[in-house]
């Protein structure tokens, strides 16, 4: 039985406020039978951790690692430096980062080493462009994206969470369909499965991305292959947020 997660991406946006807002939603949250994460720009991962202690439940986690473990790599951050400040997880290979900072596969499969190295939960994000789509390439695409991170065997693979973001339906307010995600979802189950076999498939995470609301997010949570969601804009506000967590309680 996989425990749903419901993450939060803040990408560049929140204040200190959003901080303590955030902190006085979450400070009650049931993490029980779904577990809570929110990814805030760096500066706030402090703040966020003093305002919802590790006691909570609420896992933090940084929104992208560089693959380099210390030196002189201006503006970088090191998985090391997550883990200190009480992250547990890092998103790798978003597609902002993929499109906008030239992410290959490559440098994805490195930050999933190097935040492994730092004993962080990488979760891998893969999806397809509204151009792919059309022409009928998701599954190339996503499997392209998919067997960089499988070709790294089973041992390192049971340790990830995927996140399955159509590039078309970030920030859009077009979501995927239910149908059309869990398409998606267990195509890359079964891929899992042919790579590493079915038992780490069936364990394998994978969230949905891509303008989730609190008002499709039970429906979208309900598809077989959905393990929760990450959640970008939506994730901003406070009493939303614990909807969509609602949302993804069995
Ligand atoms: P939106 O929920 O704003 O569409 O963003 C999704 C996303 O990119 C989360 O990582």
């Known amino acids: ?32 039978a779904v577990d809570v994460l929110v990814c805030p720009p760096f500066p706030y991962i402090g703040p966020l951790r003093r305002a919802v202690p590790d006691e909570s439940g609420v896992a933090l986690g940084g929104q992208d690692v560089s693959r380099y473990d210390s030196g002189a790599y201006t503006g970088e951050v090191a998985g090391a430096m997550l883990a200190e400040m009480g992250c547990r997880h890092v998103i790798v290979g978003h597609s902002e980062r993929r499109a906008m900072h030239a992410e290959t596969d490559e440098v994805v499969v490195d930050k999933v080493q190097a935040a492994l190295r730092a004993g962080l939960t990488p979760i891998v994000c893969v999806g397809e462009t509204l151009e792919a789509r059309d022409a009928g390439e998701t599954e190339q695409v996503v499997g392209r994206q998919l067997d960089a991170v499988l070709d790294l065997g089973g041992f390192v693979v049971e340790k990830l969470v995927l996140a399955y973001e159509p590039v078309w339906a970030i920030g859009t307010g077009r979501t995927a369909s239910p149908e059309q995600a869990q398409a998606v979802h267990a195509f890359i189950r079964q891929r899992t499965a042919d790579a590493l076999g079915d038992e780490l498939a069936q364990r394998f995470p994978i969230l949905y991305g891509g303008s989730v609301k609190p008002g499709n997010a039970r429906e979208l949570f309900g598809c077989a292959d959905v393990d929760g969601g990450l959640i970008g804009g939506a994730s901003l506000d406070p009493d939303g947020f614990l909807e969509i967590i609602s949302a993804a309680r069995p």
Do not use: E, T
């Open 1 to 32: 039985m996989r425990k749903p997660m419901v993450a939060g991406n803040w990408k560049m946006n929140g204040s200190l406020a959003l901080v303590n807002d955030m902190g006085r939603a979450l400070a009650g949250v049931d993490c029980s």
